[in-house]
């Protein structure tokens, strides 16, 4: 990346290089920031990267509905669990019925023999990979938004500090530039 105005593209990535660490600064870092900004540029140079920054954050905002994309998937999600569990619940009910109709309304039967037919039923073979199919996909997605949700955060959290950052910097400017120039003569 270029340490000079004209050759940058990205306003932040271009204060990172030029002035190092210009994020989470204390309050006596950030006066010192903001004079050697002021120093190094003049007021138009200023408001451009301001402009700049300001239309970085407008374009985020414009993205931010891509975020809410995956909410829409985990409510789809939800219903086809919710559906798939009370299909699997059902069909289990109806053979249990139809299986203790069959033996219970024919014939005497003990509790061991009704114990011993229960425990026979294996459904883990159906049951879990019914799961797996669809908690699958839906742990997937939920992982990926969380770091993009992250990250963009991160990122438009950096473009609010750098504007305030920019904006006393315009504010400033005059009273930067008088100081320095009483202190040279």
Request: aromatic share 14%; charged share 30%.
């Amino acid at each position: 990346m270029s340490r000079k105005l004209g050759e940058s593209r990205v306003i932040l990535n271009y204060l990172e290089n030029r002035y190092g660490k210009i994020y989470n600064l204390t309050m006596d870092e950030e006066k010192e920031l903001q004079k050697s900004i002021i120093l190094d540029h003049d007021k138009d140079d200023l408001k451009k990267m301001f402009n700049r920054v300001e239309g970085s954050i407008n374009i985020a905002k414009d993205s931010q509905a891509l975020n809410v994309q995956p909410f829409s998937f985990f409510m789809a999600m939800i219903t086809v669990f919710s559906s798939a569990s009370v299909g699997l619940i059902a069909a289990f009910m109806t053979m249990l019925n139809s299986l203790f109709g069959k033996y219970l309304d024919g014939e005497d039967i003990k509790k061991d023999e009704i114990s011993d037919l229960l425990n026979s039923f294996d459904f883990s073979s159906i049951y879990y990979p019914v799961v797996w199919s669809i908690a699958g996909p839906f742990v997937v997605v939920l992982i990926y938004w969380l770091f993009f949700y992250r990250r963009t955060t991160a990122k438009i959290d950096k473009r609010y500090y750098v504007n305030v950052l920019l904006k006393e910097c315009i504010d400033d400017y005059e009273k930067v530039k008088h100081k320095v120039e009483h202190i040279e003569e």
